[in-house]
């Protein structure tokens, strides 16, 4: 992931996160990305100051979305697609409570919601997912 600091044609300043920079060229020659003020997709990139963390001030988990999947991945269970029928099963008192993670489809999270289970997305793909 990359972050760039963007203007647009209005003098606009804001930043956004990109899989690569080709992929920031990518959606804005497309017309995919919008000034977060005035909705003007007119976008370039702004020079920025890299952001080099001084020598010693360095930790393994600086991302705090890796922190956090480190941190379920480490203290749940992950369960896949079964995650709807084991999420409910559990709210229903059909198996025992743990913590789990995985994948469910839009219907199936929307009923979980709907009938008080409680859930939560997860801001990653898990590691068990990645190639």
């Not at 990518?26 to 890299?50: N, R, W, Y």
């Not at 409570?97 to 999270?109: C, L, Q, S």
Request: proline content about 7%; overall charge negative; aromatic content about 6%.
């Amino acid at each position: 992931m990359i972050r760039f600091t963007l203007a647009c044609d209005n003098d606009h300043h804001f930043e956004s996160w990109f899989a690569s920079n080709a992929a920031c060229d990518k959606l804005m020659s497309a017309g995919m990305v919008e000034c977060t003020t005035c909705g003007s997709t007119d976008i370039k990139k702004t020079l920025m100051a890299p952001a080099v963390p001084k020598k010693g001030n360095i930790t393994p988990t600086q991302n705090p979305i890796e922190k956090l999947r480190a941190e379920v991945e480490a203290n749940s269970e992950y369960v896949g697609g079964s995650f709807a029928t084991q999420a409910r099963d559990m709210h229903d008192g059909l198996m025992d409570e743990k913590p789990i993670y995985g994948e469910a489809n839009a219907a199936d999270t929307k009923k979980l919601i709907e009938d008080g289970v409680p859930i939560l997305p997860l801001p990653f793909v898990p590691t068990k997912k990645v190639n």
